[in-house]
């Protein structure tokens, strides 16, 4: 059987339902299938050193030798086939990507050592091709099947070697299988230099072969060029390429790479193989009459390629530091615009811009952050998945170039920077395409599906015959950050001074906290020993559905906003029950010992649309309690954090997220506003934060600017709306906290109908009751933000009975009353 491609670990990994993994549909292999595959592949003394791995789907491998790998090479002429014995090597990778939850495979890793030599014939070389199978045996079972390619790196294209001086090792894949080739190297491209409107490759040649052309093809036109090769004396040769000739076989319009295949011939018509054997000679050329380059290309098999394109950056230097990784390179030509490093997340929900350093000569100097700078000052590592690497000029959305690594800097990956408990991993794919993968903060051997699973019903279950821990375990958003209720409640337990300790859940370390709390990791084998042993969980959306409560355990549920749209039960839509949301609800809600009401409006609902029988708490949210007492010294301390102005009014957007717009793992920014007509009419006094909802995960093109603010990645939006001026929303839950200031609010409800009659429905009248104007474009909502006595006048006498109905309860008591009921248990 051939072997199943491993993917990357961005699109494997799913923590949302329980921490398990998840994989391509290729990787879902039948529960008596084999996968094989390699992993990492790199020389070592004229060796080729192989890490792989090799398992039965239906039959684990939890301990060293419960399966046995031998490698054996073939080639196509019956030639006597050559066996490699390999070592266990433990791989909790090859669990994790088996992409299911019963058997453990962390021993199906191996380490092979491929002798070249041992493949000759005697002492003499064999130019040829030979395949490399493995032969697994697991229990009294043998197994026979090929080799899959990694998903990057040296396992996806391996490096070169040369186990003799003119002998050229080759392994590469060609439709999943394995495959080695020994090429006896006749004819070497050592050195490059552009002479006038020429290129001049110098080289050697093998002693018994004469060259005569050095012949190139145009892959899109019949174009042939050939040029005459001039021996220099001790094999050496030498031959120029005209530059202008090959420019003039571009077709006429077009703007793509044009592509020409290059071989060496004798005086007798014989072709051969020129290998690009010169560590500093891969690069681009200026072609005469335009913008582009020729670049001289050395390809994942060692072959010389030459290409008419436009000029790439190409990095030729690698070091890893202390903040994460300088690279340095050229452009092939000089640039005068400034140029910008877009380090964009391959589901194109984030992206961060750094400057790049260029020089007169076309030199270029970036560096690439492990960590990255948050709205708010701080620094959070770069979010788990893999990210592009892009050059373009600054404010240039579409003219990102990816950056290419050099034939020079293969061996400087992979590299690994650390930050915040995780690693960042400068690695390459598709051969030369620089890439970084941000890995998780759980090991592999946490975050399996396999060990999820033992976690879950193994280790929570003994944590939960283990005393009560005097302790309280907070959780926001599954480990989004210290916000929310669960904030006010830690607030006000550390200032009675409770004798409690405090565990903060933390998902993929995006999240810095105060002093005096301990960082849980989510998923982890401390957070289900957490969750079974903490005397108090307090938290604002779903606990685990597998969460049982215990005796003498309180499950504190915050909930994280009024009901305004519709939630849970009362959902006139399909969504929900598809995707399985109410069958975990069912589960989870039993457990919870209390939740929270903000008002007498909201507890009815709140007991309906979760079917809740338990005991219903009207205390008001404890988050609101800020905006009650209203703290002028914090709010000068939030706008600073913010770098806000002095003198300019703060708009604050936060719309809710749309059911129908799901992208990546989340939901899509349906940003309608018009930032260029809002920022010429507003920019001179205002500023403009946008708060996407917590389950929108995309970037904000033209943030930072001075006017509009992306501060998506807050951690607590009850800061941002206690130096809000004028809040601007939809049908968010938010206008029932804004509610509390009295400040001015505005309705951007460009899909109203939609939306109350699609999507979610009200728990309310939204038009007749919502305290500020309903407004349908982005012109009527800058108008309304340029005159906003106007724009509110007439809605005094509903605001205030919109929070006479909705806000009672909201007397800056709601975290002692929490408190209150929770230490009386």
């Known amino acids: 059987m051939k072997g199943l491609p491993l993917m990357p670990v961005a699109a494997q990994i799913d923590f949302a339902a329980a921490g398990t993994r998840t994989v391509s549909p290729a990787a879902r292999a039948l529960p008596d299938a084999t996968r094989m595959g390699i992993r990492e592949a790199r020389w070592q003394d004229g060796k080729l050193v192989l890490t792989g791995f090799a398992h039965r789907q239906d039959r684990g491998c939890a301990r060293r030798g419960s399966a046995l790998t031998v490698l054996t090479l073939t080639r196509a002429d019956g030639r006597r086939p050559v066996r490699v014995f390999t070592r266990p090597l433990r791989l909790p990778e090859a669990t994790e990507e088996s992409g299911q939850q019963l058997?453990?495979?962390?021993?199906?890793?191996?380490?092979?050592?491929?002798?070249?030599?041992?493949?000759?014939?005697?002492?003499?070389?064999?130019?040829?091709?030979?395949?490399?199978?493995?032969?697994?045996?697991?229990?009294?079972?043998?197994?026979?099947?090929?080799?899959?390619?990694?998903w990057c790196g040296s396992g996806e294209y391996p490096p070169l070697g040369w186990p003799a001086p003119d002998v050229l090792a080759e392994p590469f894949f060609t439709d999943g299988e394995l495959h080695l080739r020994l090429t006896t190297v006749r004819a070497r491209i050592t050195t490059a230099r552009a002479v006038g409107d020429q290129l001049e490759l110098t080289g050697h040649a093998h002693p018994d072969v004469a060259l005569d052309l050095l012949r190139l093809h145009h892959r899109q036109t019949p174009t042939e060029l050939a040029c005459p090769v001039r021996p220099c004396g001790d094999g050496s040769f030498s031959t120029r390429v005209p530059l202008t000739e090959l420019a003039a076989a571009r077709l006429e319009g077009h703007q793509g790479i044009g592509y020409w295949d290059a071989e060496l011939t004798t005086a007798d018509g014989r072709p051969v193989r020129p290998v690009v054997d010169g560590q500093q000679l891969a690069g681009q050329y200026p072609l005469p009459g335009g913008e582009r380059v020729l670049r001289l290309k050395r390809l994942a098999d060692g072959r010389m390629q030459f290409c008419d394109q436009r000029p790439i950056p190409i990095v030729d230097r690698v070091t890893t530091g202390p903040d994460g990784f300088e690279l340095a390179g050229s452009r092939g030509r000089r640039s005068p615009e400034p140029l910008e490093l877009v380090l964009r997340h391959s589901d194109g929900s984030a992206e961060f811009h750094r400057p790049v350093h260029s020089g007169a000569d076309g030199r270029f100097r970036l560096s690439v952050p492990s960590t990255v700078a948050t709205s708010y000052g701080g620094r959070l590592p770069l979010r788990r998945g893999v990210w592009d690497l892009l050059l373009r000029p600054v404010d240039r959305p579409g003219e990102e170039q990816h950056l290419t690594l050099a034939p020079e800097a293969?061996?400087?990956?992979?590299?690994?920077?650390?930050?915040?408990?995780?690693?960042?991993?400068?690695?390459?794919?598709?051969?030369?395409?620089?890439?970084?993968?941000?890995?998780?903060?759980?090991?592999?051997?946490?975050?399996?599906?396999?060990?999820?699973?033992?976690?879950?019903?193994?280790?929570?279950?003994?944590?939960?015959?283990?005393?009560?821990?005097?302790?309280?375990?907070?959780?926001?958003?599954?480990?989004?950050?210290?916000?929310?209720?669960?904030?006010?409640?830690?607030?006000?337990?550390?200032?009675?001074g409770a004798p409690l300790e405090h565990l903060w859940v933390v998902d993929d370390a995006q999240a810095e906290l105060p002093p005096g709390l301990r960082t849980v990791r989510a998923y982890s084998p401390e957070w289900y020993e957490a969750l079974g042993t903490s005397r108090y969980l307090v938290g604002n959306t779903h606990f685990p559905d597998f969460l049982h409560r215990r005796a003498g355990q309180t499950v504190?549920?915050?909930?994280?906003?009024?009901?305004?749209?519709?939630?849970?039960?009362?959902?006139?839509?399909?969504?929900?029950?598809?995707?399985?949301?109410?069958?975990?609800?069912?589960?989870?809600?039993?457990?919870?010992?209390?939740?929270?009401?903000?008002?007498?409006?909201?507890?009815?609902?709140?007991?309906?649309?979760?079917?809740?029988?338990?005991?219903?708490?009207?205390?008001?949210?404890?988050?609101?309690?800020?905006?009650?007492?209203?703290?002028?010294?914090?709010?000068?301390?939030?706008?600073?954090?913010?770098?806000?102005?002095?003198?300019?009014?703060?708009?604050?957007?936060?719309?809710?997220?749309?059911?129908?717009?799901?992208?990546?793992?989340?939901?899509?920014?349906?940003?309608?506003?018009?930032?260029?007509?809002?920022?010429?009419?507003?920019?001179?006094?205002?500023?403009?934060?946008?708060?996407?909802?917590?389950?929108?995960?995309?970037?904000?093109?033209?943030?930072?600017?001075?006017?509009?603010?992306?501060?998506?990645?807050?951690?607590?939006?009850?800061?941002?709306?206690?130096?809000?001026?004028?809040?601007?929303?939809?049908?968010?839950?938010?206008?029932?906290?804004?509610?509390?200031?009295?400040?001015?609010?505005?309705?951007?409800?460009?899909?109203?109908?939609?939306?109350?009659?699609?999507?979610?429905?009200?728990?309310?009248?939204?038009?007749?009751?919502?305290?500020?104007?309903?407004?349908?474009?982005?012109?009527?909502?800058?108008?309304?933000?340029?005159?906003?006595?106007?724009?509110?006048?007439?809605?005094?006498?509903?605001?205030?009975?919109?929070?006479?109905?909705?806000?009672?309860?909201?007397?800056?008591?709601?975290?002692?009353?929490?408190?209150?009921?929770?230490?009386?248990?």
């Open 103 to 150: 058997l453990n495979h962390d021993w199906s890793g191996f380490t092979a050592v491929i002798d070249p030599r041992r493949l000759r014939d005697g002492e003499h070389w064999q130019d040829g091709v030979w395949t490399v199978t493995a032969t697994l045996w697991s229990g009294l079972r043998r197994r026979i099947g090929t080799l899959a390619p990694h």
């Open 410 to 496: 293969l061996d400087d990956l992979p590299a690994t920077a650390r930050a915040g408990g995780k690693s960042v991993t400068l690695q390459r794919r598709w051969h030369e395409t620089l890439i970084l993968d941000s890995h998780p903060v759980l090991s592999p051997a946490e975050r399996s599906g396999w060990a999820q699973a033992r976690l879950r019903t193994e280790d929570y279950r003994e944590a939960r015959r283990r005393p009560l821990r005097q302790c309280v375990l907070y959780d926001v958003f599954g480990g989004r950050g210290y916000a929310d209720s669960p904030r006010a409640v830690h607030e006000e337990l550390v200032r009675r």
């Open 556 to 825: 504190v549920q915050t909930w994280h906003g009024g009901p305004l749209k519709r939630i849970a039960y009362d959902v006139e839509n399909a969504w929900l029950a598809d995707s399985g949301y109410l069958d975990q609800l069912d589960r989870e809600a039993p457990n919870w010992s209390v939740l929270l009401s903000p008002s007498p409006f909201a507890t009815p609902i709140m007991r309906r649309a979760f079917r809740f029988a338990g005991e219903v708490l009207e205390s008001g949210y404890p988050r609101d309690d800020s905006l009650v007492t209203g703290d002028p010294a914090e709010a000068a301390r939030i706008r600073a954090r913010l770098g806000i102005p002095a003198g300019k009014r703060v708009v604050l957007y936060a719309p809710t997220w749309r059911d129908d717009h799901r992208g990546g793992t989340g939901y899509r920014l349906d940003l309608r506003i018009d930032l260029y007509a809002a920022r010429r009419a507003l920019g001179a006094d205002h500023v403009l934060l946008v708060r996407p909802h917590a389950h929108v995960q995309d970037p904000l093109p033209g943030a930072g600017d001075g006017f509009l603010y992306n501060v998506g990645d807050y951690p607590d939006v009850r800061d941002l709306l206690l130096i809000a001026d004028v809040l601007v929303t939809d049908y968010s839950s938010i206008l029932f906290d804004f509610a509390i200031t009295g400040r001015p609010m505005l309705f951007f409800t460009y899909d109203l109908e939609h939306y109350r009659d699609d999507l979610r429905g009200f728990y309310l009248d939204f038009e007749e009751h919502a305290p500020g104007p309903l407004l349908e474009t982005s012109d009527q909502l800058i108008a309304a933000l340029r005159d906003l006595p106007a724009a509110t006048e007439g809605y005094a006498q509903r605001y205030r009975a919109f929070r006479r109905t909705f806000c009672g309860q909201d007397d800056g008591q709601a975290s002692a009353r929490v408190v209150d009921w929770m230490l009386a248990q």
